[in-house]
């Protein structure tokens, strides 16, 4: 297992009581569970910076106000061996627009269903006690 956690940012992105969510590809490892949109944090980037970065990236969007909102630690258990992540998740309340057709946005009851990452369940049961969705 890699000795030093990699730091990993996610954004909870709101919009009317329900969260968007992608689903990773069949050609990455943990092929068709849930996720946030977010990914790895670069050497001397700032978490906030990373997620900015992030979601230009993956779907074209700027978001002015981005509010902590949940941190935990994970080890998968990959074929390469474990790995540890330390995931930083921000909310955000943002309206869809083009890039909502790379992912779904879910209720409470289908986020509850969805398979969501191992890494990201406790997110989503922060979420859900919340409130934030319905």
């Known amino acids: 297992m890699n000795r030093v956690p990699i730091p990993v940012v996610a954004a909870v992105l709101?919009?009317?009581?329900?969260?968007?969510?992608?689903?990773?590809?069949?050609?990455?490892?943990?092929?068709g569970q849930w996720e946030f949109p977010g990914g790895k944090v670069e050497a001397g980037e700032p978490p906030v910076?990373?997620?900015r970065?992030?979601?230009r990236e993956e779907l074209g969007l700027r978001v002015p106000r981005l509010v902590l909102f949940d941190t935990n630690a994970h080890v998968?258990?990959?074929p390469g061996g474990p790995v540890h992540y330390v995931l930083i998740a921000y909310r955000a309340n943002v309206r869809p627009a083009a890039w909502a057709n790379r992912g779904s946005w879910m209720d409470a009851r289908a986020l509850g269903r969805a398979p969501i990452v191992a890494g990201s369940r406790s997110i989503?049961?922060?979420?859900?006690?919340?409130?934030l969705v319905r």
């Open 76 to 78: 998968y258990d990959l």
């Open 53 to 55: 970065r992030e979601l």
């Open 49 to 51: 910076a990373a997620l």
């Open 14 to 31: 709101l919009n009317r009581g329900r969260v968007f969510l992608m689903k990773r590809p069949k050609s990455k490892p943990l092929p």
């Open 124 to 131: 989503v049961s922060r979420l859900l006690a919340s409130r």
